[in-house]
């Protein structure tokens, strides 16, 4: 890791850090001796993270056909480690609440962030490939190096937002940050990842969205990610033609056991779903 990018997060995590119980249910989800009960029992502590879980598993991204009224139901319906998936997910944005930027519109990163997660959903449970809620969450974290790098480094970030506008080659972002800082957003949102402890399978989601032949691990997890991400960072539209998704590697089809033909029934599903999900996990504004 370049120290660089060290150097950052240890900047950062003097102003951010992942809620106590994040941690607590990532240990116990990882302990084969948890009961259920044991981790709704932590969840429960929390009435505001409990709420937004709630209004996560009773809404249209699950379906919305049974009513889930306890945390105690939704830990015994959805399963440990979807149910730590969604804590996770849930309590990422808020996370960052109050940290000042200057540089983008922090309603549109998650507006893209969470686009990018129920899209990525949707083609897991189309390729039925990789767990489609621990895909959720690594589609709404892909791009939180952003923020790091929004927040602590302003100056050179605008300068690489910049050069892909003015510049003479058409650059990626990450292209621009790699050229201008020597590391690239995904980098800092890895090592932050890794800094909090997250599953290995996110960190790689994150590290390698944009450089998919660089992931050793969890590559089919990463596919699926580096193909949500090209789809939702077009203009916003029904079904985007095969054309214009140049920046999916080809080999991603594959990896990802998804046809780009088939792209249709996913990008519904995310559009469809994105209003209630972002009031679920944001509220009315981010």
Known sequence: MPQAVQALIEDIGELISLPEIV??????????????????????????????????????????QRQIESINRAVTILGTKQIRDLVMSTTAAKVFDGIPNDVISVEDFWHHSLYCALLARALAGMSKAVNADTLFTAGLLHDIGHLVMFNRIPEQAHEAIMLTVQGEASLDLYQAEQQILGFDHAEVGAALARHWHLPEILVSCIAYHHDLHASKEHIEAVAHVHIANAIASLPYSDIPAVEDLKRVSPQAWELAHIKPEN???????????????????FGDTT
Request: proline fraction near 2%.
């Open 263 to 281: 792209l249709g029934e996913a990008v519904k599903e995310a559009q469809q779903n994105i209003a209630e999900t972002q009031q679920a996990l």
């Open 23 to 64: 941690i607590q249910i990532n240990e116990l989800v990882n302990s084969e001796e948890t009961s259920a009960t044991e981790i709704a029992a932590v969840i429960s502590q929390d009435p505001a993270i409990a709420t937004r879980i709630l209004q996560v598993a009773n809404s249209s991204m699950y379906g919305g």
